[in-house]
């Protein structure tokens, strides 16, 4: 976790130095399901918006943010969700069974491991939790950095 805490405090100062910016288009990736498989772009749901979450297990704001995600559920069941994390796969159902319960097993909702740490140089989140809402055709509509996130995505699905 320490090391995981440097690197993205590492990544928010080179951010904030070249003033980038998320990326406007869902970039390419490859993450890996609990069971060890690959998913990439290409293993996306078609034809709905998608939701990407950067979540840390012991990090206090994304138990928050995925509370709430859990709690208006039903905003959510039409978007496809993808909770993208760098810990280890045996904390994982813990996270969930405590601040999210059943949230990971819903149909639409997908638990990805980042093992080779893409997400946070491809997507360049500030800080946890980081939310990205694209559009079915990949265009970002939304990002969210730190609490709030999940209110804001209910803002911009009910419009």
């Known amino acids: 976790m320490k090391i ?65 995600l859990n709690i208006n559920y039903n905003q959510f069941k039409d978007v ?17 069974n405590s601040y999210a319960k059943g949230l990971n097993t819903k149909p639409n ?9 893409l997400f946070i140089p491809a997507f360049l989140p500030k800080m946890y939790p980081a939310m990205y809402l694209y559009s079915p055709a990949g265009k970002l509509l939304m990002y969210n950095a730190g609490d709030g996130g999940t209110k804001k995505i209910m803002k911009v699905l009910n419009k």
């Open 80 to 96: 496809n969700i993808y909770m993208v994390t760098l810990d280890e796969a045996y904390i994982i159902p813990q996270f969930f």
């Open 4 to 68: 995981r805490s440097l690197l993205l405090i590492l990544l928010i100062a080179t951010i904030h130095q070249t003033k980038a910016q998320q990326p406007t288009l869902l970039p390419q990736f490859t993450f890996f399901k609990l069971d060890g498989k690959a998913f990439s772009n290409k293993d996306l749901v078609q034809g709905k918006n998608n939701l990407f979450m950067l979540f840390d297990c012991t990090c206090e704001h994304c138990q928050r943010e995925a509370n709430l």
């Open 109 to 117: 909702v997908t638990i990805l491991q980042d093992k080779n740490h």
